[in-house]
């Protein structure tokens, strides 16, 4: 494994392509260490990502876990050629999905909650000391996009899939994650640089592609 490191994301360990086909066949085949080994490597990523998009620690924790469990039960059935990166995530992305229309339904008397993103993102002491005024800005450029634009970043930014992975994820055309990408950059752009006047003018716009 190979491993990069991401200022303010901490250290990621990118599987090699021969690695992560030995691990498919060991996971196929029974294998718990290959469990733990993927485990290892995923956990923490898939954490970050659900965290950022659902914004409440115990709901992410709770579709990882759920997560986890997808690949246990589909061990056997995977294909010898399994990207696992881009299957763990299209997995979490879809319970992710399904979890919010889940909320859309037992909250539909209330019009105000058609925004589905309830809660911050929990930060403990020492998130926030070790964060500087740029990070702090850029993680809350992210939290403030819409989802369809905050998963193509933190996909492609944060957890360095490939775009055309990260677009199999995400169930849409290369092109089309390419141009979610490119709206992602203008937005945290606007964001960072001037908060205050995105926040007057940006807050129309954010909100009319949250409700497509």
């Known amino acids: 494994m190979t491993v990069s490191q991401l200022r303010g994301c901490g250290v990621i360990y990118i599987v090699e392509p021969e690695i992560e086909v030995a691990l498919v066949w060991r996971l196929r085949a029974g294998d718990s260490a290959a469990f733990d080994e993927i485990y290892a490597v995923f956990n923490q990523r898939l954490l970050s990502f659900l965290t950022r998009m659902a914004k409440n620690r115990s709901v992410a924790e709770d579709l990882l876990e759920e997560t986890w469990l997808r690949l246990v039960s589909s061990a056997e059935d995977l294909r010898a050629d399994t990207r696992l990166g881009p299957w763990l995530f299209t997995v979490a ?103 205050d006047s995105f926040a007057k003018t940006g807050r129309k716009e954010l909100s009319h592609v949250t409700k497509r």
């Open 93 to 195: 992305r879809n319970l992710y999905v399904s979890y919010c229309r889940s909320r859309v339904r037992e909250w539909a008397y209330t019009a105000d909650l058609v925004l589905l993103w309830p809660g911050e993102l929990p930060r403990t002491p020492f998130d926030v000391a070790s964060l500087n005024e740029f990070e702090e800005r850029l993680e809350a450029a992210i939290a403030y996009l819409p989802p369809i634009y905050r998963e193509a970043i933190l996909l492609v930014g944060v957890e360095q899939l490939r775009p055309v992975d990260a677009a199999k994820v995400c169930g849409v055309s290369a092109e089309s994650l390419r141009q979610r990408l490119k709206r992602a950059r203008e937005l945290i752009s606007r964001f960072v640089t001037d908060q």
